[in-house]
């Protein structure tokens, strides 16, 4: 772990030398979307939106609240599992080769050692980058068991990043808010800049039991 840790904390620092970013005014953190305990009408009524198959990780009421902090214009997208662990193995470059192809979005889903459930939406398909890339349409989520979302502060534009062995999204001060390994097994969040959120698992380390990979089209 110790060679794992030194991985992911080198790299921002090489990034942010090659990228000039603009100190922006921190952004306010997305206001907490709560769940009520017992069943309540919502202020709007959330659509479930179509999926080609069933979710090993999220639940129909997990579904229809993310589906409210999605963005406008994937409203009525339907969902296609493009990569899962399950089918498709423990390995970031098989994600890589399932998102051939596709532009995005990208909704990451997974859970952990612990149960938690955590990820990330991202404006563009995954793929190997020299640089980060993305849109503030792109944010971090945790079931802390209620659903939180973090959203872009404006502060850098450090969205996503993908390398051989790591695939990494919001960045600032040498640390991710999320991280996950070549193998998809382990990983790491940190607060940071890009997202201003929490560390969306239990632990900043954590193994990863299940992984989805939704393409929004």
Same mark, same amino acid.
């Given at each position: 772990?110790?060679?794992?840790?030194?991985?992911?904390?080198?790299?921002?620092?090489?990034?942010?030398?090659?990228?000039?970013?603009?100190?922006?005014?921190?952004?306010?953190?997305?206001?907490?979307?709560?769940?009520?305990?017992?069943?309540?009408?919502?202020?709007?009524?959330?659509?479930?939106?179509?999926?080609?198959?069933?979710?090993?990780?999220?639940?129909?009421?997990?579904?229809?609240?993310?589906?409210?902090?999605?963005?406008?214009?994937?409203?009525?997208?339907?969902?296609?599992?493009?990569?899962?662990?399950?089918?498709?193995?423990?390995?970031?470059?098989?994600?890589?080769?399932?998102?051939?192809?596709?532009?995005?979005?990208?909704?990451? *889903?997974?859970? =952990?050692? !612990?149960?938690?459930?955590? &990820?990330?939406? @991202?404006?563009?398909?995954?793929?190997?980058?020299? %640089?980060?890339?993305?849109?503030?349409?792109?944010?971090?989520?945790?079931?802390?068991?209620?659903?939180?979302?973090?959203?872009?502060?404006?502060?850098?534009?450090?969205? *996503?990043?993908? =390398?051989? !062995?790591?695939?990494?999204? &919001?960045?600032? @001060?040498?640390?991710?808010?999320?991280?996950?390994? %070549?193998?998809?097994?382990?990983?790491?969040?940190?607060?940071?800049?890009?997202?201003?959120?929490?560390?969306?698992?239990?632990?900043?380390?954590?193994?990863?039991?299940?992984?989805?990979?939704?393409?929004?089209?």
């Amino acid at each position: 772990m110790k060679g794992l840790r030194w991985r992911y904390t080198r790299l921002p620092s090489q990034v942010e030398d090659t990228l000039s970013g603009e100190k922006g005014e921190e952004g306010e953190e997305e206001e907490e979307k709560e769940a009520a305990p017992a069943p309540a009408p919502a202020p709007e009524d959330p659509v479930e939106p179509p999926l080609a198959e069933a979710s090993q990780v999220l639940g129909a009421s997990e579904i229809r609240q993310l589906s409210l902090h999605l963005p406008p214009r994937v409203t009525g997208y339907s969902w296609s599992l493009a990569f899962c662990t399950a089918r498709d193995g423990f390995s970031l470059q098989s994600l890589y080769r399932q998102m051939e192809g596709h532009s995005g979005p990208v909704l990451l *889903v997974l859970k =952990d050692q !612990d149960g938690q459930i955590f &990820g990330a939406f @991202s404006s563009s398909a995954f793929r190997l980058s020299k %640089g980060f890339y993305g849109t503030g349409e792109t944010f971090l989520f945790s079931f802390s068991p209620q659903l939180k979302v973090f959203k872009w502060t404006g502060s850098n534009s450090f969205f *996503v990043k993908g =390398d051989l !062995d790591s695939l990494m999204m &919001g960045s600032g @001060s040498g640390q991710f808010g999320l991280w996950l390994d %070549g193998d998809l097994y382990h990983g790491g969040s940190h607060p940071c800049a890009t997202f201003n959120n929490e560390v969306l698992a239990r632990q900043e380390q954590f193994c990863v039991k299940e992984l989805e990979a939704w393409v929004l089209s």
